[in-house]
């Protein structure tokens, strides 16, 4: 009941305008890497792409390099569900300190200023976490087409595991140091997980996607405080 009732205070807080604006600047900068993505990927056909080709008994055929232009293009659509977990999940990473951060002014206004990391790390570290990502997820690829109906509940779990691990780590270290961090994510491995899945449920959704993990990032700083901070 107290993932609940986090997950609720979460959401009442979505209106604040430290999170629109992490929600602004998380969609400005996914619309423009989706877009730098999809336009390589379409020069890259284009380039390796003859105009014509000409096949035996038929002749010049110039249609080969459109048919699998649209090809690419509806490979891109469909694997834009798995490409949404670690988009959003680095772009939001990158602003996780403002979501929290305004999280502990509105609900924990008497903690001490938490550590800082340099822009650096946290930019190390979003990277990092969407390489993770996208390498479990491409390990993955293999359950999604050899088991069709576990493709979703295997993209769920594996993606809250994920998720729920890195998103609880990151907050904690701002209190807890590394260590105390990676130690109360142990003892408290299966709530995170559960909580992870949560967010990884609807971020396949369009928009969605971005809305949510700034919402995980908001339910792990109250777990966080919750589960280490009495009082």
Request: glycine share 8%; with cysteine; aromatic share 10%.
């Amino acid at each position: 009941m107290t993932l609940i009732a986090d997950f609720g205070r979460a959401l009442a807080q979505l209106r604040d305008p430290r999170f629109l604006h992490v929600l602004l600047k998380a969609l400005l900068i996914t619309v423009a890497g989706l877009a730098v993505v999809f336009w390589a990927v379409m020069l890259g056909v284009g380039w390796l792409l003859p105009e014509s080709v000409t096949l035996p008994w038929i002749g010049p055929v110039g249609f080969l390099d459109d048919l699998v232009s649209w090809a690419a293009v509806g490979l891109m659509l469909g694997l834009s569900v798995v490409r949404r977990v670690p988009t959003a999940a680095a772009v939001v990473g990158f602003f996780l300190e403002d979501v929290a951060d305004a999280v502990e002014a509105r609900h924990y206004p008497d903690l001490p200023p938490a550590e800082a990391f340099a822009i650096s790390v946290q930019v190390k570290d979003a990277l990092r976490f969407c390489a993770l990502v996208v390498a479990v997820n491409a390990a993955a690829l293999v359950v999604y087409f050899l088991m069709p109906p576990l493709a979703p509940f295997a993209f769920w779990l594996v993606n809250g595991f994920l998720l729920g691990r890195e998103y609880f780590q990151l907050v904690a270290m701002r209190r807890l140091g590394p260590e105390g961090a990676a130690r109360l994510r142990r003892a408290n491995a299966g709530r995170i997980w559960l909580a992870g899945t949560a967010m990884a449920v609807p971020l396949s959704v369009p928009v969605l996607n971005l809305i949510v993990p700034i919402l995980g990032v908001a339910v792990f700083t109250h777990q966080v405080h919750r589960l280490s901070l009495p009082g």
